[in-house]
């Protein structure tokens, strides 16, 4: 009998530690599932994205902005120029003067002036945030061709001495003379000093034009100095 009393009380205590430690991990279980979990992205700070109260866009912001746009600019047409040559063909028979004819033509064209922006860097712009001002160093205008538009070209009667009968006929070889000799003088006169003045004075104000087309946000009252070196 005592024996047997033994063998229930083993039984007993081997429950109550089974059904211990199975409390135990419950409560260990439990407190896991039930547990808060936080987590959060860390605090980022960003420059300010609205307009530089000063000028409407901050200094770098400004370079940027011209360079960028500078970059596709090689060749920007800044200024054009008609033009007129008046050019004399005389045809002379045996260089007699009595058989002389005398053409007088007028060719008209139009010199195209250009200015590459594409090299333009950032030590090309400079910002004056206290005087407002946006300097621009750009090189100079100069004239890229000089288009003849023949269908404006003109004749004169001819002029004749005594003998000078007939039409002045020219070989295509001679034609061709007068063509290029046509040309040379059209590009030395658009070449003048008083046409390249002309053409800068034009390209400062259509390339401070496209700039602020770029700089939709700039102040007004900020100047955009075009500055040849």
């Avoid at 045996?94 to 060719?107: A, D, E, G």
């Amino acid at each position: 009998m005592k024996k047997l009393s033994k063998i229930v009380l083993r039984k007993a205590v081997k429950w109550l530690v089974i059904a211990a430690v199975a409390w135990l991990g419950w409560t260990q279980l439990s407190g896991w599932l039930n547990r808060t979990f936080s987590w959060q992205l860390p605090e980022l700070t960003f420059g300010p994205l609205q307009p530089d109260p000063v000028m409407g866009y901050k200094s770098d912001q400004i370079v940027t902005a011209i360079t960028g746009a500078s970059r596709e600019k090689a060749e920007l047409i800044v200024y054009e120029q008609d033009v007129q040559v008046d050019s004399q063909v005389t045809d002379t028979f045996l260089n007699i003067s009595w058989f002389t004819k005398t053409q007088t033509i007028h060719s008209f064209g139009t010199g195209i002036y250009v200015v590459d922006l594409s090299g333009l860097s950032a030590d090309d712009v400079a910002v004056d945030t206290t005087a407002n001002t946006i300097t621009v160093t750009v090189p100079h205008a100069r004239l890229k061709t000089v288009v003849i538009d023949i269908t404006r070209t003109t004749f004169d009667d001819i002029e004749r001495n005594i003998f000078g009968w007939g039409d002045i006929t020219l070989t295509p070889a001679q034609q061709q003379q007068v063509q290029q000799g046509i040309q040379q003088a059209m590009d030395k006169a658009c070449s003048g000093p008083t046409y390249i003045a002309a053409a800068e004075q034009s390209a400062a104000d259509k390339i401070a034009a496209v700039y602020r087309s770029v700089l939709t946000k700039l102040d007004g009252d900020t100047a955009i100095d075009i500055v040849f070196p």
